[in-house]
């Protein structure tokens, strides 16, 4: 049985018996393909047409550029159909089928890939049309919008060689707009692009219809490797293998008169989430002359007055569409004589705060449930909450030099570039914060528009390229600055009389849709969002996973506490002794040659850590507090060696050119000094520091310090516990490989804790444990778990060690060159090694709980924080994961997914008719035991 490459609109059943499920429907036909032909099974006016699948774009490009047998002639056959259907022929000037060739790959990626309109349009059809519409006008404007479109997207012109002549044409006609120009016009500069195009390509624009069709399907192909379509993919996480289809449809057109139009619709606001249509409208033009920013359009609410009766069909259309797919829609549509017909339906791009409003407001309306809600939103998605603001005292004393569109929000500071090429190199060479101006924005521009912090341009609308892009990323942008004019030659831009250069800083709200000159500081926002603080509820209802944070001092611990932590999973005690009163006693201690003298300097050093642990206990007060023993090597806290020794040299060069005695004597003594420190300085240098003489290590040879920071905290609980505070300690041990380590430091903890409650008169409850950050530790995890009473994984360390590299050095040299050459899926560091450090986590949880079934487990790495790592530890049993204080509600959301997941939910509906229907209950997919949660 041959392969069927081509299905017509009309034949979905047959897609659907091929493919399978939705989903897989969407992966054969392409999200625009599924789309159109599922709004044609449901009756929406949509203009005849068929999809050539995915598999025949990777079937094209795996032999490189060449249709396998069948494709062409199965184009040919639809298209002969296509015929049938609509009473026209494609390239018969007495009665001409026009078709579009639109790219559509599984999942939306506007404006990435390539489109032509018109296709069937030659000398004979364009004067055949005349005679058939008596509008020269319109016939010759379509023609050269496909000699435009062919130059550029199957011939590689660049469109600025036809829009200079274009705008030379208006100057010379005094016109101000395309809409102005009458049909000599646009006569003459049909024949002046297909002059361009045989100038510059070397060959004629063909007058064969059917070439005309082949190429652009060729070229939509092509389109799916283009540098910005792959960049697009990087940004997005989509893969690179799925190809995207191409659809052909009958043209209807939007510049037929005063009677047609065209135009680009949300059905609800893309960036509040707002219900009602939001969106751009043109009278006599066609698609993309609203989506390519060339015209000011008109906002949707215009179509209303103008088409009454198509408005409210449209309105009637997008609410139904809206129930249908359970999500927010971006139409595409076009006016062809009064007649509305619906070109393009998709999930609509849109902002965070527009996603959470969106997924609440469609569980009031009964389109989605709560679980849905919930896997509706990203996890990134809530973090886009927690990014800076402009501070208001300072944007009130700001000059604001410009205002327009406010497309996508949030506070964006940078140098101004303006190109995407300059914005790329500045921001990846440079590490310079850019903003990139534009006229308007292309396809060919996204990966400025991805390397820019925000996006300003002087044209287009709220459908525009630059506001799509811009919301999809999360890029503050605002459009449609009429009042900026932008000398691309000389590098410069104007807004009356303010002059704006490339490299001056500006900051942009997209939110309020401004510009200001200079760079505004921003702050922290407040994330007491009502509508997210309400999908939050339901968030922390779901998810099992308890989310601590880590955290070293008091005013972190609140933040956190503030933004959901359940506890503090490390209080990393080292960092306590780089302030200033602390290190110089910290450095005297390192250096003490005699057990006295390092004993009192860690008498003195033992009240400032108390009054630390103090405030960690009153800030999170009736919530565990994970402190974990100094860790990194003592070296860490003293000046470099080479700073010692040029401190050295210019001793003994000052000393040469000293003239009194006393002079010579404080010197010298200075010398003696120094060169002491350098040698006990050189006694702790060690080739390898963090694989050497830290964590437990240290604490086995100076358990005097494991004795004074036990002291420390204990006094610390005691005091807190009189105030009434209810104080929940726990003891961890870094580093440990051998269980030996762990008993030893044990029993200096356990003898040290109870000395200072029988003192105090208090029973202070704690718990004592490790964290597994060494292979061996999690490889006798059954070992250890005898003696621990909880772990906590140490995954920055663990991933060093697993993988035998140091995450500094890697991530300089060769990692980024290992994810770029796919070596490696992902940096391991930010999102778990799930097969290898995964691997030895799952083992050692299984280990430990074998031996102590109620064994306390959590994460306290960077990992903590990654949504992709909070699932895994979701999926093994853990606890808990604990991560910096901002990704507190990203890692509380990112567990809410990941038990929503286990229980069986989907992110999105098998098929768009699909109704929310709760999964039959299962047991979770987990490779570890899990524990119940202890209650915060």
């Known amino acids: 049985m041959k392969q069927k490459w081509v299905y017509l609109f009309t034949e979905l059943e047959e897609a659907e018996a091929a493919a399978g499920e939705w989903e897989a429907v969407r992966g054969l036909l392409g999200g625009k393909g599924a789309n159109l032909a599922e709004m044609t099974r449901i009756d929406v006016p949509v203009p005849p047409g068929f999809t050539v699948t995915t598999e025949a774009c990777i079937a094209y490009l795996a032999h490189q550029g060449r249709f396998p047998p069948d494709i062409w002639d199965q184009q040919i056959e639809a298209l002969h159909r296509i015929q049938t259907s609509t009473r026209k022929e494609f390239g018969n000037p007495e009665n001409p089928l026009l078709v579009s060739c639109r790219s559509g790959a599984k999942f939306s990626m506007p404006g990435m890939m390539d489109t032509i309109l018109n296709l069937g349009m030659n000398d004979e059809v364009a004067e055949g049309m005349v005679e058939l519409t008596g509008d020269a006008r319109f016939v010759y404007d379509a023609y050269r919008r496909l000699i435009q479109m062919f130059g550029t997207v199957v011939r590689g012109m660049d469109d600025e060689i036809f829009e200079d002549v274009l705008e030379h044409r208006r100057l010379a006609a005094g016109v101000a707009s395309d809409t102005e120009l009458a049909a000599d016009d646009w006569m003459w500069l049909t024949q002046r692009f297909k002059e361009l195009v045989r100038v510059h390509t070397k060959a004629p624009f063909p007058q064969d219809p059917f070439e005309q069709l082949r190429s652009a399907t060729e070229a939509v192909f092509d389109s799916w490797n283009t540098k910005r379509a792959v960049d697009y993919r990087n940004a997005s996480g989509i893969p690179h293998d799925l190809g995207t289809a191409v659809n052909i449809q009958t043209m209807v057109f939007g510049n037929m008169g005063e009677d047609s139009g065209t135009g680009v619709v949300m059905s609800r606001n893309p960036s509040t989430g707002e219900p009602g249509l939001h969106g751009d409208f043109l009278v006599n033009a066609q698609g993309e002359d609203v989506v390519a920013g060339t015209r000011k359009t008109l906002d949707i609410s215009a179509m209303a007055e103008r088409f009454p009766d198509a408005y409210q069909e449209l309105r009637g259309i997008a609410n139904r569409l809206e129930g249908h797919y359970r999500n927010m829609q971006d139409l595409e549509f076009t006016i062809e004589h009064s007649k509305l017909w619906l070109l393009q339906t998709r999930n609509g791009k849109r902002t965070a705060e527009a996603e959470v409003r969106i997924a609440l407001d469609m569980v009031d309306e009964g389109l989605l449930c709560r679980e849905e809600a919930v896997l509706r939103v990203s996890p990134d998605q809530v973090d886009f909450y927690l990014h800076p603001q402009f501070d208001e005292e300072a944007r009130g004393q700001a000059t604001v030099i410009a205002e327009g569109l406010n497309v996508s929000p949030g506070a964006a500071v940078g140098v101004v570039a303006f190109d995407a090429d300059t914005a790329e190199r500045w921001a990846r060479e440079s590490g310079k914060a850019v903003i990139m101006v534009r006229p308007e924005t292309k396809p060919d521009d996204v990966h400025g528009m991805l390397a820019s912090q925000g996006i300003v341009t002087s044209r287009g609308g709220r459908t525009s390229h630059a506001a799509l892009v811009a919301r999809q990323f999360g890029k503050p942008a605002v459009v449609g600055i009429e009042a900026l004019e932008i000398d691309l030659e000389d590098r410069e831009a104007r807004v009356g009389s303010f002059t704006i250069r490339e490299g001056d800083p500006i900051s942009v709200d997209g939110g309020r849709g401004e510009v200001y000159a200079g760079a505004l500081p921003t702050v922290v926002p407040d994330i007491k969002d009502p509508w997210l603080s309400r999908l939050m509820v339901w968030a922390d209802e779901f998810r099992t996973l308890q989310v601590w944070t880590n955290a070293d001092n008091p005013e972190d611990a609140i933040r956190a506490r503030d933004l959901g932590a359940q506890g503090i999973g490390l209080c990393r005690t080292e960092h306590m002794f780089f302030e200033e009163d602390r290190l110089p006693i910290m450095r005297e201690m390192i250096m003490a040659r005699k057990p006295i003298e390092r004993e009192e300097a860690l008498d003195r050093l033992l009240p400032l850590q108390q ?126 490989s051998h269980v030996n380590e762990l008993r030893t430091q044990r029993a200096l903890v356990e003898a040290t804790a109870t000395a200072v409650m029988e003192e105090e008169e208090v029973e202070i409850p704690y718990k004592l444990g490790t964290m597994i950050e060494i292979p061996r530790a999690a490889l006798m995890a059954d070992e250890i778990g005898e003696v621990a009473e909880f772990f906590s994984f140490g995954t920055n360390d663990l991933t060093q060690t697993v993988f035998g590299i140091s995450r500094d050095d890697a991530e300089a040299s060769f990692l980024l060159h290992y994810i770029e050459k796919k070596i490696l899926p992902n940096n391991p560091f930010q999102t778990l090694d799930v097969d290898g450090v995964g691997r030895i986590m799952r083992m050692a949880v299984q280990l430990g709980r074998g031996v102590r079934p109620n064994l306390e487990i959590g994460i306290c790495g960077e990992h903590g924080g990654d949504p992709d790592s909070v699932e895994f530890c979701h999926k093994i049993g853990l606890n808990y994961v604990s991560c910096s204080p901002f990704r507190v509600p990203v890692a509380r959301f990112a567990a809410a997914q990941a038990a929503v997941k286990a229980a069986g939910w989907r992110p999105m509906p098998a098929a768009p008719r699909d109704k929310p229907q709760r999964p039959e209950p299962r047991a979770a997919a987990q490779d570890g035991v899990r524990q119940p949660a202890t209650s915060a």
């Open 611 to 736: 009054v630390d642990f103090e405030g960690l206990f009153r800030a999170m007060d009736g919530l565990p507090v994970v402190v974990r023993l100094l860790d990194p090597p003592l070296h860490e806290f003293l000046p470099s060696h080479p700073e010692l020794q040029r401190e050295l040299s210019e001793l003994k060069l000052k000393l040469q050119h000293l003239d009194t005695l006393r002079e010579i004597d404080e010197t010298l003594e200075e010398i003696r000094a120094k060169q002491d420190f350098l040698g006990r300085t050189e006694d702790l240098l060690e080739s390898n520091p963090m694989l050497g003489t830290r964590g437990v290590r240290l604490a086995m040879l100076l358990p005097e310090l494991t004795r004074m920071q036990t002291r420390a905290l204990f006094q610390a609980a005691a005091r807190c516990m009189h105030e009434g505070v209810d104080v929940r300690v726990e003891v961890m041990v870094p580093l440990v």
